[in-house]
């Protein structure tokens, strides 16, 4: 029981939690032990709330996961973890999160009532969107999308950074562009066997997303090289060289889009950000590159 449990929280999907840590990169305190503790609490707090939120989804999504080819191996979808369990799993997890946020703010100063409610909004939110939103096509994956933004919020609430527009614009892009890329797999599920994972399929297509995937790729990559070159960026940074790391998004932007038309790897980000070695590549880069402008 103890290992579908674990399965229930999808740890593997904590790597979207990442995001909480950008504020602290941009604004160079990655190297600040006070900082990294502080958005480190944070990561954890998002970790586990999204972790109850996932199993909230299992519970609810329970009858259509079954008729999924992947889906219908989840814990609660095979019957290897009761909905009661489930429930239990949800409600501790969520507990904890409230109990890691308020350590986090507490430990910050100042930041108890912006971090709780930033975290309360995320849960809500996302539970609204297991019951509903994500019947609705696009907004399904704005929704989606804000959870990201919601993220960094979070990182610089911890820590007390203010964000930047930039880097609210661009990851929410990202992530808009992710999530479209995976609603891809669902439509072509779809329009191959018929089974339709969730009732947003209906209004969308595959030329349409297609289209998509190109529009939002492009106009992320072009947000991200007018971030490297806007005036009061190179003058915080103190470099004109930080349109260097503009490479390696466009590389790994590119990358994604052909997993995505080519090799219809779209199903789950995760798993191509945490399995492609071409991606590895550009993400290492971009971390090398953008480190060595900000740090040395």
């Not at 939120?53 to 996961?65: G, L, Q, R, T, V």
């Not at 939002?216 to 009061?232: A, E, K, P, Q, R």
């Not at 060289?241 to 789950?268: D, E, P």
């Amino acid at each position: 029981m103890n290992r579908e449990i674990i399965a229930l929280m999808r740890p593997q999907q904590w790597l979207k939690n990442v995001f909480v840590f950008m504020p602290l990169f941009f604004d160079r305190h990655a190297t600040d032990w006070s900082y990294v503790w502080s958005c480190l609490l944070a990561f954890i707090a998002f970790c586990l709330a999204a972790s109850g939120i996932y199993c909230f989804n299992d519970i609810h999504d329970a009858e259509s996961d079954r008729q999924h080819p992947v889906k219908r191996m989840r814990p609660v979808a095979s019957g290897a973890v009761s909905k009661r369990a489930a429930y239990a799993a949800m409600w501790v997890l969520w507990t904890m999160s409230f109990a890691v946020a308020a350590l986090c703010s507490s430990y910050r100063g100042g930041m108890q009532s912006g971090l709780l409610a930033t975290l309360l909004i995320y849960i809500v939110m996302n539970v609204a969107y297991c019951l509903k939103l994500k019947q609705i096509a696009l907004l399904d994956v704005f929704v989606i999308a804000t959870g990201f933004v919601l993220r960094i919020v979070a990182g610089g609430l911890a820590t007390g950074i203010v964000l930047s527009h930039w880097i609210v614009l661009t990851t929410f892009l990202l992530a808009l562009f992710l999530a479209v890329a995976k609603r891809r797999d669902d439509v072509a599920i779809y329009e191959a066997s018929g089974i339709k994972v969730r009732k947003s399929v209906s209004n969308y297509n595959l030329d349409f997303l297609n289209q998509a995937i190109g529009v939002l790729g492009s106009i992320t990559i072009m947000c991200y090289i007018l971030y490297t070159v806007s005036g009061d960026v190179v003058a915080r940074i103190g470099s004109h060289y930080l349109y260097v790391t503009s490479v390696f998004v466009l590389a790994g932007i590119l990358r994604y889009m052909q997993l995505t038309l080519v090799n219809q790897k779209s199903g789950s980000p995760t798993k191509v950000l945490l399995h492609d070695h071409f991606i590895h590549a550009c993400i290492a880069g971009w971390i090398i590159a953008f480190s060595i402008i900000l740090y040395a």
